[in-house]
């Protein structure tokens, strides 16, 4: 299960670093009054939905949560919103709801513009407690909302507050942990923890939290979002055909962040015609691992960079905050191990004569343990490639 949702907080001291935000929260909403609606602002991960959901539970009132980045026309936000004031709370009558709209800064690109009208109507008129979401209040568009709404800044947590966190979830999933080497990454999160549970997942698959990785990670994701804002952001195929270049990613994952983040940032035309560009990049990515035909490489990065940055017909102006999957990332380390070890095991079958089967029950085992004390004839006898060497040492 993602650390994310099963260790969002449940209660109001489950919050952590946000105190005077959350005094102020809870005080306008036990204290609510038609006509101001609520704006929490601040960087993403410091909290804001999961004190709204902490509060609610707390007060027994039922949270309607719309995510304004889901809805791309007036008309949409208009009949969801009223379907929000109109329907009977889930929990039982009487208990009353608080309307949630989240990430408001994903709905003001030009397309929107009479959708954050009609949430400003809708946010002043409505006879339940509306609370939305932004990282930016004070950008000229949000004026009109703005002046009307009562503000509460939810700022960056202190890497102690991220580090305390971090080690609940660890000593819950009984995890082995070093205290500097999670200390280390709490700081790397830069306040947004949200960011580090997901990290800590992901350098966490089995049961260690490794020193070597959080080096790493961060950077390369960060890197990685260097290289998915020049391609989705540009309309040069010579910039974004260099974005994967300071990326030290292989090409499957280059492709699944692609594939994550491309539908949350293009539309329509522009996505359909960006996914069959990742689709030829697959296509002779296949190619090379079935055949070790090299000269597609250059097709495959053309297509997955400059492809997908000229697959659409004008630039983009709204932010997304791009993001690796858990999931997808998990599926395909399962994925990749034991197609990586099945390379290996074709190629020792191959020259001890002998089955897949046989190598991978008897002799694989074998092969593994002594390349990690480092027989070099046997990767010479086997013909392993320094990547397969490499993998075989990390297992």
Request: charged share 30%; glycine share 6%; with cysteine.
């Amino acid at each position: 299960m993602d650390f994310v949702e099963k260790y969002r907080p449940k209660v109001i001291s489950d919050v952590v670093g946000q105190e005077k935000a959350i005094y102020e929260l809870n005080k306008h909403i036990t204290n609510f009054k038609k006509g101001k609606p609520i704006i929490l602002f601040g960087p993403y991960g410091s909290g804001k939905t999961s004190a709204v959901l902490a509060i609610a539970n707390e007060m027994d009132k039922e949270v309607y949560e719309i995510n304004a980045s889901d809805y791309r026309s007036k008309n949409d936000i208009e009949g969801t919103l009223g379907n929000a004031v109109k329907q009977q709370s889930l929990i039982g009558f009487g208990k009353g709801k608080i309307i949630l709209v989240d990430d408001v800064d994903g709905m003001s690109g030009t397309k929107d513009r009479g959708g954050l009208t009609v949430l400003t109507k809708f946010a002043t008129e409505s006879p339940f407690p509306v609370i939305m979401t932004l990282n930016n209040p004070y950008d000229q568009k949000y004026s009109s909302i703005r002046k009307n709404s009562i503000l509460i800044e939810f700022k960056d947590l202190e890497y102690k507050d991220i580090f305390e966190r971090l080690k609940y979830i660890c000593e819950e999933e009984k995890i082995d942990y070093d205290k500097s080497i999670l200390e280390d990454l709490s700081m790397r999160a830069g306040g947004d923890l949200r960011g580090a549970i997901t990290d800590l997942q992901m350098l966490t698959g089995d049961g260690k939290l490794n020193n070597l990785d959080i080096v790493s990670e961060r950077n390369r994701t960060e890197n990685m979002i260097n290289a998915l804002l020049k391609i989705f952001k540009t309309l040069d195929g010579e910039i974004a055909s260099s974005a994967f270049d300071d990326v030290d990613e292989d090409f499957d994952k280059r492709m699944l962040w692609l594939e994550e983040n491309l539908s949350k940032e293009y539309e329509n035309e522009d996505l359909v015609k960006a996914f069959d560009c990742l689709s030829k990049a697959d296509v002779h990515l296949g190619r090379i691992r079935r055949w070790q035909y090299w000269r597609f490489l250059v097709y495959a990065t053309n297509m997955m960079t400059a492809g997908v940055a000229l697959s659409k017909k004008e630039r983009y102006k709204k932010f997304v905050s791009y993001k690796p999957t858990t999931k997808i990332l998990k599926l395909w380390m399962y994925k990749n191990k034991y197609l990586k070890r099945k390379v290996i095991c074709e190629k020792i079958a191959h020259k001890c004569h002998t089955s897949e089967k046989r190598v991978l029950n008897d002799i694989y085992p074998y092969v593994e343990h002594m390349i990690k004390l480092g027989n070099w004839d046997l990767v010479k006898e086997f013909d392993l490639n320094e990547e397969e060497v490499m993998w075989i040492k990390k297992q």
